[in-house]
C-alpha cells in the first residue's frame, strides 16, 4: 500500500519523507488555506520536496475552467495530479486532461455509482472519502470494499485513494480492503508508528541491558 500525507504543512512533508514511507502528497483548498501562507509559494516548496505524486485541486465549476486551471498545474511539475470533483462538468475535464496524458484524481467521492462513472472516464485516481461518510453514520470502509470490486470486475486501472482518514484503523481497514493509497494526515500517520507495548518492551530491555556484563556498546 502506497502512502500519502493529506497535508499542505510543509514541515509535515519534511518529517514524513525523513521517516522515509512518504509515496506521494494530497491537498484541497482547506489544506492549502490552513497554511496561511501564498499558494503558489507553498506548492513550489512541496514539488521540491516530493518526487511521488503531488495532488493540486481545482475550483472552478465549470469544464473549461477546470481544464485551464489542470493545465496551469500540471505545468509546474511532471508528478502533478489534478485533483478534479465528481460532477458532470469534472467528469468532461478528466477525460480531456487525461487524453492530454495530465493524471487526475476525482475527488470528493462518496458512491460506488460515482466511482463507475469516474472510471470511465478514464480518471487515474479516486478519492473516496471514508471518514466524511463515517461522519453521517454510513459505512466509509465498505465503499473502499465495492470500489475494490467494481474496478476489479471490469479491469479498471483507476486506482483508489482511501481519503479522510479519521486514524490508524481507518488505514489498516483500508489495507484489507485492497486499496490502493491511503492519504493520511500528519497527526494519524505518527500514530501508526506507536503501540504502548512497544514503549514498554523498550524500557524492559533497557534495564536488563544493564545488568549484562562485558558489553560491547
Ligand atoms: O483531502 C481530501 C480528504 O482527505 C479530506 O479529509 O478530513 O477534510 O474529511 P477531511
Known amino acids: 500500500m502506497q502512502f500519502f500525507i493529506d497535508t499542505a504543512n510543509v514541515d509535515e512533508i519534511k518529517q514524513a519523507i525523513d521517516w522515509g514511507i512518504l509515496d506521494g502528497v494530497t491537498t484541497n483548498p482547506t489544506l492549502a488555506a490552513k497554511t496561511g501562507k501564498p499558494f503558489m509559494e507553498v506548492v513550489k516548496e512541496i514539488l521540491d520536496l516530493v518526487d511521488g505524486p503531488v495532488s493540486l485541486e481545482t475550483v472552478s465549476l465549470d469544464v473549461d475552467g477546470m481544464v485551464k486551471e489542470g493545465r ?67 459505512d466509509g470502509m465498505g465503499l473502499i470494499k465495492d470500489i475494490r470490486t467494481i474496478l476489479d470486475n471490469y479491469g479498471y486501472e483507476t486506482e483508489i485513494i482511501a481519503a479522510s482518514i479519521r486514524h490508524p484503523m481507518h488505514v489498516v481497514e483500508a489495507a484489507k480492503a485492497g486499496s490502493d493509497i491511503a492519504t493520511i494526515p500528519f497527526n494519524v500517520l505518527e500514530a501508526m508508528f506507536r503501540h504502548p507495548l512497544t514503549d514498554i518492551g523498550i524500557d524492559r530491555f533497557l534495564k536488563d541491558w544493564e545488568k549484562v556484563p562485558n558489553k560491547p556498546f
Open 72 to 138: 496551469f498545474l500540471a505545468e509546474l511539475g511532471d508528478n502533478v495530479v489534478v485533483k478534479i470533483p465528481m460532477t458532470k462538468d469534472g467528469m468532461k475535464a478528466v477525460r480531456i486532461l487525461e487524453e492530454e496524458g495530465i493524471p487526475t484524481n476525482v475527488t470528493l467521492v462518496f458512491s460506488p455509482s460515482q466511482v463507475l462513472i469516474a472510471a470511465k472516464a478514464g480518471a487515474s485516481f479516486i478519492s473516496p472519502f471514508v471518514g466524511r461518510l463515517d461522519d453521517i453514520s454510513t
